[in-house]
């Protein structure tokens, strides 16, 4: 008898969410820095997942595929600055989500969380807390958030030049939209 009971309860699926770039489309994840010579704003592929059940996830970018439009920058950034041939990837590992997360777990609606974690940058992994809003269109699911931070809390060495110096502050924007459906 408890047999038939428990086949007739639903079973709960992992709702696992694919992120992925779009050559195609706007950019989904940006950087944002100043300098001397004025704002610029930076923009980077990625790929990753996240487990709404579970509340964990990653996000990763590839660090030689950052760029900003200006071909000097951007070499200094990935060869000096990241050395992409050493630290490949920028990874976020999610590790909880606080705030609206039952509603975030429950499939449908919309409200705001934080999203707890490791980021890794170079070799410099830090604790971090990412603000992020949320809505889903049905078995689609919308993330967007900001993250503030100082580059040098990572290790990565100042990339400012005679001509132009950074500020060492700077801020990622994502503008996320999930690729596809929930995975069983």
């Known amino acids: 008898m408890l047999l038939v ?3 007739a309860l639903p079973l709960a699926q992992a709702e696992v969410f694919t992120f992925a770039s779009d050559p195609t489309a706007p950019a989904a994840l940006t950087f944002h820095n100043s300098s001397t010579l004025g704002d610029f704003q930076g923009a980077a592929g ?5 487990d709404t059940r579970a509340l ?4 990763t970018v590839p660090a030689a595929g950052l760029v900003t439009g200006n071909g000097p920058r951007d070499t200094r950034l990935r060869s000096f600055c990241l050395e992409v041939a050493r630290f490949a990837n920028i990874v976020f590992q999610v590790t909880g989500v606080t705030g609206d997360a039952a509603t975030l777990q429950s499939g449908a609606g919309s409200g705001t969380v934080s999203l707890q974690g490791a980021l890794t940058v170079r070799d410099v992994t830090r604790t971090v807390t990412v603000p992020a809003s949320f809505s889903y269109d049905g078995a689609v699911l919308h993330l967007a958030g900001r993250y503030d931070l100082r580059w040098a809390d990572f290790g990565v060495p100042d990339p400012s030049v005679v001509m132009s110096t950074l500020a060492p502050d700077m801020y990622v924007a994502f503008d996320l939209t999930s690729t596809a459906a929930p995975t069983p």
């Open 5 to 7: 009971l428990l086949a």
């Open 46 to 50: 990625f790929t990753g997942q996240l």
């Open 56 to 59: 964990k996830g990653v996000l």
